[in-house]
């Protein structure tokens, strides 16, 4: 049956504008929006949803979330997010071990730079905690850890501190019991309610393991899809992907094949990401890439050449230069057309931006680390601080940009990314900026919601059927009590759904 969603303010973010009512068929898909859906043949019998005269905007997609990892967090782990002390971190710690006694202790979200000392918890810290099961603690970028005595013991892996950054955790997380494969589809059933209940209307999801396509893979058999999911896929995966047949794009609506993961350097709050110059607060240290730049431009040629789309994680200045130099070297001139894709993209010269205006190389960026990150201008220094999140520079030059969120890295909102696109700031931080980033790369309400709209459907290969609220466009849209566009700009980040609406149908959030 055809449904008719009427009384509602709807920004269709396409050429009919803004319009009172849309008309989806059985399918999911728009057939009329405003006076054409109430003429349509298919509105005399369609089931009427009225949306209570609220905002209704094309749903938001989040180009880079690791929503498997979040959700596994949420049911398995300590929230350790928004710490402000050592002792409070080690209270909820302490606390989740009561409620999971035995096996591992694991933690994860802090940002040690809140903390008074400004320093990563300690083996000795976390022994407090757990003095007699392995304990392991993760920063909020997931770039470095910290483990405890007994955890360092059965890894065996010698360290005074326990602090470990990049590579020289994979012992660790490799000694961590893995879920079995009822928990990680119990896993995948939660992420679909966390991602709808957010306002995601569909995710680009970093895959970590073979488990976690066959969990989609099931949910999709089983109905049970109740947000549309591309599976960015590791680059250890790759060979085996290909190796059956299967490209970037592969699928259908609901789940599809995105790109081939692979990083280029670490992160800022690490300081591992890779710059041309010296970290400021951190004298002779400029990071590190993760591959030497001849075998990632060998790695992003496998990529290409296999029909498939690079996906490359680059922070840094340098590794921004690396990632272009791979992606232009393989793809030459269908650059373009191959639409590889850079993440983050975090710290960006002018002549860099020029070049991924020129090369059509897409970036994937996430404005909550605008206000999340407060610490870069003193990793850059102020000589370097116009390069930090230059959204609106880049925009402006013509660089095609998507949204993402990162979760479990930041919180999984899109109205919270969104509204700190439009602010660089966030309601707590009273009337400042934060902390020095630049006022004028902030974004118009409306750039910011196509960060996650028509710029994560082109940067999925989805702009025909994703992004607009247009005749012939998949039915998703998130319906809201206020509306972004008119509020005050600083209430936007909290901000909550009303509904959340995926092909035709209102999602389950619980």
């Given at each position: 049956m055809a449904t008719l969603f009427h009384n509602a303010h709807i920004r269709t973010l396409g050429p009919s504008g803004s319009v009172d009512c849309l008309l989806a068929e059985e399918g999911g898909h728009i057939v009329a929006v405003g006076e054409a859906a109430r003429a349509h043949p298919l509105a005399a019998g369609a089931a009427a949803v009225d949306l209570g005269g609220r905002a209704v905007l094309p749903g938001?997609?989040?180009?880079?979330?690791?929503?498997?990892?979040?959700?596994?967090?949420?049911?398995?782990?300590?929230?350790?997010?928004?710490?402000?002390?050592?002792?409070?971190?080690?209270?909820?710690?302490?606390?989740?071990?009561?409620r999971?006694?035995?096996?591992?202790?694991?933690?994860?979200?802090?940002?040690?730079?809140?903390?008074?000392t400004h320093a990563?918890?300690?083996?000795?810290?976390?022994?407090?905690?757990?003095?007699?099961?392995?304990?392991?603690?993760?920063?909020?970028?997931?770039?470095?850890?910290?483990?405890?005595?007994?955890?360092?013991?059965l890894t065996g892996i010698e360290s005074e501190s326990g602090i470990l950054s990049e590579d020289r955790m994979d012992p660790v997380y490799a000694a961590i019991p893995k879920l079995t494969k009822a928990q990680t589809l119990e896993v995948a059933r939660h992420a679909m309610a966390l991602a709808a209940k957010a306002g995601f209307t569909g995710c680009h999801v970093l895959i970590a393991s073979r488990e976690e396509v066959e969990a989609f893979q099931t949910?999709?058999?089983?109905?049970?899809?109740?947000?549309?999911?591309?599976?960015?896929?590791?680059?250890?995966?790759?060979?085996e992907l290909t190796a059956t047949g299967l490209r970037t794009t592969f699928g259908d609506e609901w789940l599809s094949i995105g790109g081939i993961k692979m990083f280029a350097d670490g992160s800022m709050g690490a300081r591992t990401a890779a710059l041309t110059t010296d970290y400021t607060d951190d004298p002779g240290n400029c990071g590190e890439l993760i591959h030497p730049p001849a075998r990632l431009a060998e790695m992003v040629r496998e990529v290409h050449d296999a029909g498939c789309q690079a996906v490359i994680h680059a922070i840094g200045d340098e590794a921004m230069d690396v990632a272009m130099d791979a992606i232009t070297a393989a793809a030459g001139e269908n650059t373009r057309a191959a639409r590889h894709r850079i993440e983050h993209?975090?710290?960006?010269?002018?002549?860099?931006?020029?070049?991924?205006?020129?090369?059509?190389?897409?970036?994937?960026?996430?404005?909550?680390?605008?206000?999340?990150?407060?610490?870069?201008?003193?990793?850059?220094?102020?000589?370097?601080?116009?390069w930090i999140y230059p959204f609106a520079s880049m925009l402006k030059a013509g660089c095609i940009l998507s949204g993402g969120t990162d979760c479990p890295v930041e919180r999984l909102s899109p109205l919270e990314a969104i509204g700190r696109a439009v602010t660089r700031d966030a309601p707590w931080r009273g009337e400042s900026i934060s902390q020095g980033y630049l006022a004028d790369e902030r974004l118009s309400v409306e750039q910011a919601w196509r960060l996650y709209t028509t710029g994560s459907a082109y940067s999925g290969f989805d702009e025909a059927s994703r992004g607009t609220l247009e005749p012939g466009m998949v039915c998703d849209f998130i319906a809201l009590d206020a509306d972004p566009f008119t509020a005050d700009p600083k209430s936007i980040e909290t901000m909550v759904p009303a509904m959340t609406v995926v092909g035709g149908r209102i999602a389950p959030v619980s």
């Open positions: 938001p997609v989040d180009a880079h979330v690791h929503l498997l990892q979040y959700a596994e967090n949420d049911l398995y782990q300590a929230d350790l997010g928004g710490c402000r002390t050592l002792d409070e971190l080690l209270e909820r710690l302490s606390a989740h071990g009561k999971r006694p035995e096996g591992w202790l694991l933690g994860a979200g802090f940002d040690h730079e809140m903390f008074p990563m918890p300690t083996r000795a810290d976390l022994d407090r905690a757990a003095p007699n099961r392995p304990a392991m603690v993760a920063r909020l970028c997931y770039h470095v850890i910290s483990a405890n005595s007994e955890a360092l013991r949910l999709r058999a089983n109905g049970e899809l109740s947000i549309r999911v591309r599976m960015q896929m590791p680059f250890a995966l790759f060979h993209a975090s710290i960006v010269r002018p002549d860099q931006v020029r070049r991924l205006a020129d090369t059509g190389i897409v970036c994937c960026v996430q404005p909550q680390f605008t206000v999340t990150d407060f610490w870069t201008v003193q990793r850059l220094g102020e000589e370097r601080k116009a």
